[in-house]
T-cell receptor, first 113, second 112 residues
Framework: GAGVSQSPSNKVTEKGKDVELRCDPISGHTALYWYRQRLGQGLEFLIYFQGNSAPDKSGLPSDRFSAERTGESVSTLTIQRTQQEDSAVYLC???????????FGEGSWLTVV | SQELEQSPQSLIVQEGKNLTINCTSSKTLYGLYWYKQKYGEGLIFLMMLQKGGEEKSHEKITAKLDEKKQQSSLHITASQPSHAGIYLCGAVGVGGAQKLVFGQGTRLTINP
């Protein structure tokens, strides 16, 4: 596609439920990033993919968070047993490896009630 | 770990005025990104600076990188309502762009 596409754009879920957030990067971009942004706060790095591998998972806040990528394309961020503090916008970005421009999607707004 | 501090945290200016936003890093900068964020629009890439002394412009927005000061500044000339939003700087550390660290953002409001 023309840009980074994320779905769903908005998700309201009950505490304790699992959620999956999807990211479709720009075609041909082998680098993919997930960030989290809580209301009124800056961006927190979660995980980075190079191809289908995740050399850096250091930002995942707990073992309830996991991410995978297949076909060097779509990535899914899964949050298990959601908590209210997981409420945030989850941003995905992609770039060419070694490229200078990192493009962000519009984010998935997650609200845990 | 690398930290970025943006100043000011918020800024209100009258339409037509010039303004500057600063981004200071706690560690050496290997590259610096500027993004603009509006509600529902994600982050919009503005420009990326890599070399000390580098200056880039996009329409009425100019950014500079001062490696010695570990700082970048974003300057908007003759501000317009369309410039309103949150401006974020992101730093490339020694680990590369794989792990951009972002500042807290500067909220810019333009009054007509």
């Amino acid at each position: 596609g023309a840009g980074v596409s994320q779905s769903p754009s908005n998700k309201v879920t009950e505490k304790g439920k699992d959620v999956e957030l999807r990211c479709d990067p720009i075609s041909g971009h082998t680098a993919l990033y997930w960030y989290r942004q809580r209301l009124g706060q800056g961006l927190e790095f979660l995980i980075y993919f190079q191809g289908n591998s995740a050399p850096d998972k250091s930002g995942l806040p707990s073992d309830r968070f996991s991410a995978e990528r297949t076909g060097e394309s779509v990535s899914t961020l899964t949050i298990q047993r959601t908590q209210q503090e997981d409420s945030a916008v989850y941003l995905c970005a992609s770039s060419l490896v070694g490229g200078n421009t990192i493009y962000f999607g519009e984010g998935s707004w997650l609200t845990v009630v | 770990s690398q930290e970025l501090e943006q100043s000011p945290q918020s800024l209100i200016v009258q339409e037509g005025k010039n303004l500057t936003i600063n981004c200071t890093s706690s560690k050496t900068l290997y590259g610096l990104y500027w993004y603009k964020q509006k509600y529902g629009e994600g982050l919009i890439f503005l420009m990326m600076l890599q070399k000390g002394g580098e200056e880039k412009s996009h329409e009425k927005i100019t950014a500079k990188l001062d490696e010695k000061k570990q700082q970048s500044s974003l300057h908007i000339t003759a501000s317009q309502p369309s410039h309103a939003g949150i401006y974020l700087c992101g730093a490339v550390g020694v680990g590369g762009a794989q792990k951009l660290v972002f500042g807290q953002g500067t909220r810019l409001t333009i009054n007509p």
